[in-house]
């Protein structure tokens, strides 16, 4: 009996029962239905894409041509694939504005918007671990219940609102913040962004916060705290090791899960503060009905989405081993 | 009480002592929620039909400081900045709960079909379709869908229909793949009643309440979008009073008259805080976690 | 009765639960507990009798669960231990006393690997570099007869069996070499087999080592077969206390007695105690007068009418019952 000490990796495992090939295959599934659901999108036009954009007066030509632009010439399999084998390709299509390739405009708009959301998430991470950990502690206080109050009246204030007082308080009353605009290159940028990725985490920091809190508060209450507490583990060690790592994962989860958030939210943002991202690229071409450039805007911040989740699960398989054998 | 008041008819009496039952069971955040929504209710009915001004019409001098004449002062036309913020409440509440109904029931529809077949393949496509739908930034797939429906109040309504049925669904499928092997289920199966009935009659209704208490939080979010949309020029769209095209036009004026987005934003938040407490607070109390 | 002090010795401890609004909730009152160095007592009760908060009462982490000592004092080796600061506690903590958490099964931390819970350990006792802490880990787990210790050590919770794990924790608890180890339960998780080993290790270990142990269960079985001395709780009381033998051969609190009927009764080993009639008292409703009298067969109005009796000498033991001479009647 004492020679089957239970098993230490007892099983190996097939390729793809390996947790990150699985969460991959996973990914790379549901980027193909973003692919669907992207080439469906311009289907859901009521009549005809290239008579609405040409008006009653077009000529046959015009109208056949602007119809090979849109990709909506000859039979729907045929249609879906040339836009798949373009797709792989990376051929996105061309605006129809600026006949510029729809790829190429997201390059050049991109860069802005991964500013955005990594100054933001950088943002959230620095104020929702101490806020949380914070709150844990001090649940029963003053500060706890003041929380409380604050998170459900932050979470639920539109960030058009917010966004707006804060260019009030920081950019008008004082001079901290140009009240909109930007200027590329790190770190001038992070002057025309803080103000915005604040903005962003008035309603994110407040939803995570309180998932890490009542998350310590639950890990506060296991067996192990105390059995560290029993063998003298004290200080820095004993909050991180004991305290917060294992409560970190459900609140990358959350992150991760909040990603799609934080790009929708990055959209309005733009707008607000003026930031030449792809949040503004995209509501512009919605006003010039830009179809391609809708598409392609569209799937292409879905797949973030789907690679920023997938990496939140990866840092949480990292923290939790707990996390993997689900 | 019982003395009663001649007026109240039987049915309504009893419906009093209901609605002081529920109140009691309420816990203190659920209770301000009801009581900042009730307010923006009655405020909203009543402020566009007591007073004078009509919410399009030219009243006095643009961008006026709120004064005893004008509680909320006037916009940059000129217009009654507070019958213009209660009438906007009127339609932005309206339509967040057209946006949350026409979702609800066909999401749950759905999710209790897809929860009721025993497929173990339709399962897995069926995971990677409501997975891809809601991998899209919300806002995002929104204006996708209007901007090839439409940059107006339907394509508004019609883009929402179809982003936000989806989480209906995975709500649905959860909780009736729990419910299809519960015994009164597997009674009425015995009883021979047919598929269609038993899903409409049997497991909906159970699937819905719990997908009820999924909507108030997604009535924010709408509420959220609806405003979002119009701020972008992609909703509703002026003259019409709406409290995200009010604070667009009142953007504007930020530096000089702050008021004119204050208000709106004001009962815009407010809004969305009352039903957010309301939210937290029946969450908490059917967790069984009072104060 | 010895002219030696007792390493430990527990008199009239009352722990309350700290309620809103100032309000009380006594889970432990009056127990006693006394205990000499390399001696083993056991500590058996129902479910709910207040085995853990005594057990937590002895290391000091009462506060973190809400709950404190009210009254009573709590000697440990010539020092007082109620009440005392924080400061106190991390000296006896791990270094006097050890001890193996009640639900151990969750004690190792999922997030680490056992071997830096085990340097945790032994590190706390003084300074010593991380090569000799390394290789005194695996010295701790080949003393609890753990093979293959290498591959162990870079464990983590998830991927151990509930006997490894509990080896782990008793590994942990014996570091940094306490007089005293406290086992809440050590063996309920875990089946027949694994528990036995596990009780022999304990035993084992006790000797090697030298150390005093108090060892809480359900099953006054196991007790008898450990132990020296037993303390039976009812109801937050100690209510009999003596040497297993006298407590087996001749019981003296009909609380006891009935354990011992309904141990003898039980078909499953290792599950609670259920062949005693009547319902255990609950926290927060314990009757006046005795507590056990709602299921006592002796009760009469003088058990109902006076405060809990407390621990009395009888021939070998302490008995808390006020008939402890008429015993003999349940007999028939
Ligand atoms: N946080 C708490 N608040 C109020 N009462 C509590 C709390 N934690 C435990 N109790 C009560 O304290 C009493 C004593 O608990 P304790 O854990 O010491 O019992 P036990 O004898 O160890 O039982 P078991 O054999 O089940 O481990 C129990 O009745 C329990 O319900
Ligand atoms: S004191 Fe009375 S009630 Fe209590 S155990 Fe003894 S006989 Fe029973
Ligand atoms: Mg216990």
Known sequence: MTSSPGGIGARTLPLLRHPVLRRLAQAFFVAFLLMVFAFLLIRLIPGDPAMILLGDEATEEDVIAYRKLLGIDGSIPSQFGRYVSNLVRGDFGVSIRSREPVLSIVGKRLPVSLWLTVTTIVMTIGLALPLGVAAALYRRTWFGHAFQIGASVLVATPVFFSGLLLILLFAVQVNLAPIAGYHAGFPANLYYLWLPALTINFVLVPVLARILQSSIVETSAEEFVEAAIIRGTQGWRFYWRYLLRPSLAPTIAALGYFAATVVSYAVIIEIIFNLPGLGMTLVDAVRNRDYPLVQGIVFLSGLLVVGLTFMADLVNGWLDPRAQIR | ?291 | MSEIEPLLEVKDLCISFRKGGGRKLPVVDAANLSLYQRQAVGIVGESGSGKTMLCRALIGTLPRHGAGIVSGTVRFDGQELAGAPERVWRGIRGREIGYIPQSSLAGLNPVLTVETQLVESITAAGSISRQQARQEAVALLEQVQIPRAQQVLKARSHQLSGGMRQRVMIAAAIAQGPKLLIADEPTTALDVTIQREILSLITQLRRDLNMALILVSHDLAVIEEVCDDVMVMYAGASVEAGPVAALSKAPRHPYTRALRVSRVDRAVPGQDLEAIPGDAASVGSWPAGCRFWPRCALADEACRRDSQPALMPTAQQLSACIHAERMAELEQ
């Open chain 2, 1 to 291: 009480m019982t003395a009663g008041n001649p007026s109240i008819s039987p049915a309504g009496r009893l419906r009093r002592v209901e609605l002081r039952r529920y109140w009691r069971q309420l816990n203190a955040e659920s209770r301000w929620g009801v009581v900042i929504l009730a307010l923006i209710l009655v405020l909203s009915v009543s402020v566009p039909l007591l007073s004078p001004n009509d919410p399009y019409g030219f009243v006095d001098q643009p961008l006026q400081p709120p004064s005893a004449a004008f509680l909320f002062g006037t916009d940059h036309l000129g217009r009654d900045l507070l019958v213009r913020v209660f009438a906007a409440a009127r339609l932005d509440i309206a339509l967040a709960i057209l946006g949350v109904s026409v979702p609800i029931v066909i999401g749950t529809f759905i999710g209790t079909l897809a929860g009721t077949t025993r497929n173990r393949i339709a399962e897995t496509i069926w995971d990677g379709l409501v997975n891809a739908l809601t991998a899209f930034p919300e806002i995002i797939l929104v204006l996708g869908i209007v901007a090839m429906v439409g940059a107006d109040i339907r394509g508004l309504l019609i883009a929402i229909w179809i982003s936000r049925w989806a989480q209906y669904a995975r709500i649905a499928r959860a909780k009736s793949l729990a419910l299809r092997d519960a015994e009164f289920v597997q009674a009425a199966q015995v009883l021979g009643y047919s598929q269609l009935r038993i899903l409409v009659r049997h497991i909906m209704p159970n699937v819905f309440s719990e997908a009820l208490a999924y909507a108030l939080s997604d009535f924010i979010f709408i509420i959220v979008i609806i405003g979002g949309l119009s701020f972008l020029g992609l909703g509703v769209t002026p003259p019409t009073p709406e409290w995200g095209a009010m604070l667009a036009e009142g953007r504007l004026y930020l530096r000089t008259e702050p008021w004119l987005i204050l208000f709106p934003g004001f009962f815009l938040s407010l809004t969305a805080i009352g039903v957010a407490l309301l939210a937290r607070g029946l969450e908490r109390i059917s967790k069984g976690e009072d104060e």
